[in-house]
């Protein structure tokens, strides 16, 4: 994100002072690297199931000799581990998100 105050232009360095906005620019650095964060977390929520189950198929067919017809029924369960992890995650985010909202008192509301 690149922050222009004036006539230069300042990737890394932020003034903080009221007329130029405040610390705006890192605030968007800030967001934009959260939300890395969690695509990150949540690719990694779900792919790693899958890759741990077809692994751990991988290892029981080549060192016990078990039937490679198991593969179909790890790739299941680890999509639907993968599914699930998904499924809370969003859950969670979208709770997180409810509780974050900017509570600000209107102009005409009284508590």
């Not at 922050?3 to 610390?23: D, F």
């Not at 189950?53 to 369960?77: D, M, S, Y």
């Amino acid at each position: 994100m690149l922050c222009i105050h004036g006539n230069r232009a300042n990737i890394w360095h932020t003034e903080y002072s009221a007329e130029k906005g405040g610390g705006s620019c890192l605030k968007g650095w800030y967001k934009a690297l959260e939300d890395l964060v969690w695509l990150t977390q949540l690719g990694l929520n779900m792919l790693l199931p899958l890759v741990l189950c077809l692994g751990g198929c991988w290892w029981a067919v080549e060192h016990w000799n078990w039937p490679e017809w198991l593969f179909l029924p790890a790739v299941l369960l680890g999509l639907a581990a993968g599914a699930q992890n998904f499924w809370v995650f969003c859950k969670e985010r979208m709770d997180r998100a409810k509780t974050d909202k900017n509570h600000r008192v209107g102009f005409n509301s009284h508590q």
